[in-house]
């Protein structure tokens, strides 16, 4: 299907430039300079999705399409303009984030279809490809990765990554599944940032 | 030879679920939920593997066979499971650790080698392999890699990968050698474990 | 043409070793054991290499040609001798880092020049072949990366490598356009040491 295929490359597009956005208002709370702070966005941005096609040894999807590699640029740069300007709220990045959290898990998991991989490469595809960008932004940015102390985060990825398998296992369609499976990582996102949900955390008797 | 072969996979997926009980172990000190334990218990039992895998431009391992994904969620969540109900030294997830090393370095050698890579590169593969996901689990832990300060980790490591090429060079099978490269590798480690042997620290005049 | 390839290929080899010989003089500032020296030279010579060739799908380039694994270790290990036995100054391997960044532009940029890769990307790979061996190493030492504090350094590698690009647009001759972008990220960077250039910082008013 045509149609399809241009629904998922405009999500990927707008992926990268939400995901870069949310770089860009991360980093900026760190003294970096411009370099920096294009570094960060690319890397947040465009990380997942390297990592995902390195390891199913796809052609880097930045490298075989500029497209993606100006449209995170762009994202960057108008987000770093609009940055200076305006006073922003601290954690304001957190929207653009998990707008690129549901369109990466989308994507990633149905690239990692697309290349016959079992259901639960793939998930795990779909969670890579949602959050390694955000893993090394954090890294980057020498903060702990915010995925790992209780948010709810990888946990909605894989969710919505797993709902999507599973209406394509029963017979939906790969527009619907995605919309669905989109829809379901974004909200459990967005509620756990608005409602504080968050997973229990563990710690060992040691 | 069939035996050979099948001897090694076992290898492998003992080696993966060894590193990943040891990823749990380690991340059980730090307040992670469950989800990030599961990534650091994923991350410290693929990661060495998927890096040589990645560079000899092979099919990832775990992505080829889905067998080592689940041996690495399997003995991950039992880790969990027990590491809740039973109170356990601080230090226990240094054996795992251990033995995953010996394993690792064994596998990563010889998957070197079949590719025909020359010994030094051989040698380093089997280092990455054993090494690199253990350095990932810490760094996401957010500790220092264990590896760089003095412990006698990678240069078990490597001097178990050296004996496994000299044996093989001197014809002996790649069983046997496979045998005396895993078992060196191991005996040293532990014997680094049991009796604080360390490597001297070196800092420069600076 | 041979000449300009047999150029190239000298070039790569002083590039790792000038990595090479940073990591260790950054190193030995750390309380590192030998081995954990030797990871961090070699993480710092053939990090940017390695990302390079496997986001552009290429073979690894030390895994193909030896000589970069034995130049890196060479450099290393000479570097750890001398500074073992002469008093250095502390910010001594900001130059064989200088001279590498310039090598590693030029080599980036017209390797990946060589698989087809449109400018952008070209000049991003010449970037990423020069900087990402750094960080890896700032990484593993535990410290923040030097490129993202206000430090001229990867714009300095990014202006080299555009520079390069332009005069080959304009019909330059690949070794000429090597030499000019090359000279122009080097005394770039040594300015910006000697006379402390720097990019402004910028905060976001969060």
Same mark, same amino acid.
């Given at each position: 299907m045509q149609g399809i295929e241009s629904i998922l490359y405009g999500i990927g597009i707008a992926g990268v430039a939400a995901q870069a956005a949310a770089g860009v208002l991360d980093a900026g709370r760190k003294p970096f300079d411009l370099f920096g702070i294009v570094v960060v966005a690319l890397a947040a941005s %465009?990380?997942?999705g390297s990592l995902r096609d390195v390891l199913l040894d796809r052609t880097v999807f930045w490298i075989a399409d500029q497209s993606y590699l100006i449209s995170a !640029? !762009?994202?960057g740069l108008a987000t770093?303009? %609009?940055?200076?300007r305006v006073r922003l709220p601290a954690r304001l990045?957190?929207? +653009?984030d998990a707008i690129g959290l549901a369109l990466?898990?989308?994507?990633?998991?149905?690239?990692? %279809?697309? !290349?016959?991989? +079992?259901w639960l490469v793939a998930s795990l595809m779909g969670v890579v490809t949602g959050v390694f960008g955000g893993i090394v932004r954090d890294v980057l940015c020498n903060e702990v990765p915010l995925v790992f102390n209780g948010e709810l985060y990888a946990t909605a990825s894989w969710l919505g990554a797993l709902l999507l398998l599973g209406l394509m296992a029963y017979g939906a369609s790969p527009g619907w599944?995605?919309?669905?499976g989109g829809t379901t990582t974004l909200l459990l996102r967005l509620?756990?940032? =608005?409602? =504080?949900?968050?997973? +229990?955390?563990?710690?060992?008797r040691a």
């Open positions: %465009l990380g997942g !640029m !762009m994202a770093f303009v %609009l940055v200076r990045f957190l929207l +653009p990466f898990t989308v994507s990633g998991t149905q690239a990692a %279809l697309a !290349m016959g991989a +079992p599944a995605a919309l669905a509620c756990a940032i =608005r409602f =504080r949900w968050r997973l +229990p955390v563990f710690r060992a």
